[in-house]
C-alpha cells in the first residue's frame, strides 16, 4: 500500500507561484507514474500532470507552460510548481500514483490517492 500526503496549498494572488508537495510512504515500488489531479466546486475532477519514474511528463492542455511536475526520488516527494495562476486554477489539488510507467492523465487507474490539498486563487 502507499500513503500519499500533499502540503503546501493556501491562497495565491493571480500571477504569483505555489509549489504543491506529495509525500509518498508505504510501497514506493508501486510509484513508477504519479500524478496531479484537481477538483473545482461543482466540476469533476480532472488530471492536470503526470510524471514516470523515467522522468517523462505530460500536461492538460489547461495547465501546459504555466505549470511544472517534478520528482525527488531520494525524498520520494512529488512537486507540482505552479507558475501564474489563474482564478479557474482554484480547487483542491490531489496526488496520486500508480504501478506502471506509461503516462496517463485518467484517474480510474491510479489506485493509490492522498487526501487533497485545497489552493485558493485571488
Known amino acids: 500500500h502507499v500513503q500519499l500526503v500533499e502540503s503546501g496549498g493556501g491562497l495565491v494572488q493571480a500571477g504569483g507561484s505555489l509549489r504543491l508537495s506529495c509525500a509518498a510512504s508505504?510501497?514506493?515500488?508501486?510509484?513508477?507514474?504519479m500524478g496531479w489531479f484537481r477538483q473545482a466546486p461543482g466540476k469533476e475532477r480532472e488530471g492536470i500532470a503526470t510524471?514516470?519514474?523515467?522522468?517523462?511528463?505530460i500536461y492538460a492542455d489547461s495547465v501546459k507552460g504555466r505549470f511544472t511536475i517534478s520528482s525527488d526520488n531520494a525524498k520520494n516527494t512529488l512537486y507540482l510548481q505552479m507558475n501564474i495562476p489563474k482564478p479557474e486554477d482554484a480547487a483542491i489539488y490531489y496526488c496520486?500514483?500508480?504501478?506502471?510507467?506509461?503516462?496517463?492523465?485518467?484517474?480510474?487507474?491510479?489506485?493509490?490517492w492522498g487526501q487533497g490539498t485545497q489552493v485558493t486563487v485571488s
Open positions: 496520486a500514483a500508480r504501478d506502471g510507467w506509461y503516462l496517463t492523465l485518467t484517474e480510474v487507474v491510479y489506485p493509490y
Open positions: 508505504g510501497s514506493i515500488y508501486s510509484t513508477d507514474c
Open positions: 510524471i514516470n519514474s523515467y522522468g517523462m511528463t
